[in-house]
């Protein structure tokens, strides 16, 4: 069981075939036998999961199915769940439970989804590797003897999925955090356009930025998860009024005389790659030409710049989003000689190094000496790649190129900060200019291990950025089931 797609499982489920509670508790074994060695889940949710599938079962037998009724799903403990601790990986917020429920994880529930429990990711969703997590780094589950990274930030839902203990998931990606960690473990992650899903109830990172989406196996599957998280949310004053609905697998937008532009991004092509990740992309980059892609090179100027632009921003954001973790309304209180003393001592013991970090970073940014050259800078080249976006999509329809510069590194890596920093390269940029990317495997190195290419789109062409994904996903054909953790 554990080895069907979401697609395939909701199929089983409605023909009767196999039952949500037979499923969740396929997925609940799993998650004991594993859960512990893969550290990829921070709360688990065995009660309210069996919960959920009796009433999917029961929902079913009534004959008022909902759209994901009895999925079992890892939600990433940065989207507050009612009555469920909700840590955002922070010793700050280690015994915080909310009383209210997200936008997003609440449209799960409404599409009928079975919760199996909270994933692990970096503090804040701030990080690479999922390393600067509270309660430590969840492990990739290919090569599991090599403790590699299964990613950052959403790398508990990426190692939830890959290895079995969740049919999907959802992630957050403020310059990356969906599509690397999706893309060193062979899932397909989906940063949709900014605004598509709302953030409301999601713990704020940089709110301009902070982006929620599904993280699955197949592209159908992603398809189908964004489908019930999306849509308009009067409480989330940037939500946008557009809807993405898709209910049906994806239709092909190639093959059969079918035409569509895809650019490729001429300022990538001289940034060093690994040999593999050149090969398997050029590779992907034939066969969408096979069934009728016209490949057409495009000019994204300041992309590179992005990065440094990026870590600007999302800092600042940070130093005033985290301003609210006082030790005063909610989260650890380090009682101190007065209010100032408590203030400082809570937020030194509530928040790690790398949070502390962007805050530090972030508040000088937006220091008055540094505004202007610092902040105002980069706002500006935002707004150019954007605007470069923009003018690239009158030349192409969608635009690929690769998600990381190779696979998966060991936990250990020993990265500075700024080497991790660099990681985020190919991914930052979207996030600037909102539009929509997913990351989707293209093929396994010869290390063995998967390696994901991205397809990008103008704002609200979600559904054509997973089409061509799907694409890409029917060419590579990857087996995206580690042996190590999945037998044969
Ligand atoms: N790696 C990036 C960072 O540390 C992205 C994080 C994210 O998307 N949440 O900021």
Known sequence: ????????????????????????????????????????????????????????????????????????????????????????????????????????????????????GKANLDEFAMGTFSKTSFFGAPINPWQMENKLTAGGSSGGSTSAVASGLAIAATGTDTGGSIRFPAAITGMVGMKPTYGLCSRWGCVAFASSLDTPGPIARTVDDTALLLSAMAGHDAKDSTSCHSDYKCNAPLEPILGDGKKLRVGVIKEFMDVKISDDMKTLFEKRISDLKSIGAEIVEVSIPNILDALA???????????????????????????????????????????????????????????????????????????????????????????????????????????SPLEFYALDLFTVAMNLAGVPACSVPCGLAQNGLPLGMQVVGPRFADMRVLQLAKHIETAAAVNNRPTTIMGK
């Not at 209210?100 to 599409?111: C, G, P």
């Not at 940014?365 to 690239?392: C, K, T």
Request: glycine share 6%.
């Open 309 to 415: 632009a990026y870590y600007i921003i999302a800092p600042a954001e940070a130093s005033s989003n985290l301003a609210r973790y006082d030790g005063m309304r909610y989260g650890l209180r380090v009682e101190g000689s007065d209010i100032y003393d408590t203030f400082k001592k809570s937020r030194a013991a509530g928040f790690g190094d790398e949070v502390k970090r962007r805050m530090i970073i972030g508040t000088a940014v937006l220091s008055s000496e540094s505004y202007d050259v610092y902040f105002m800078q980069a706002a500006r080249v935002r707004r150019m790649i954007a605007d470069s976006f923009n003018s690239a999509f009158e030349q192409c329809d969608l635009i690929v190129c690769p998600s990381s510069a190779g696979t998966a590194m060991p936990l250990d890596a020993g990265l």
């Open 1 to 116: 069981m554990i080895n069907l797609t979401l697609t395939e499982a909701l199929q089983k489920l409605n023909s009767g075939e196999i039952s949500a509670v037979e499923l969740t508790r396929a997925y609940l074994d799993r998650i004991e036998k594993y859960s512990a060695d893969l550290n990829c889940y921070i709360t688990t949710t065995p009660e309210r999961a069996l919960a959920d599938a009796a009433a999917s079962d029961a929902r079913r037998a009534g004959g008022d199915t909902l759209p994901l009724d009895g999925a079992p799903i890892a939600m990433k403990d940065l989207f507050a769940t009612r009555g469920i601790r909700t840590t955002a990986a922070s010793r700050m917020l280690e015994n915080f439970v909310p009383e209210y429920e997200s936008t997003v994880s609440q449209k799960l529930i409404d599409a009928g989804t079975v919760l199996l």
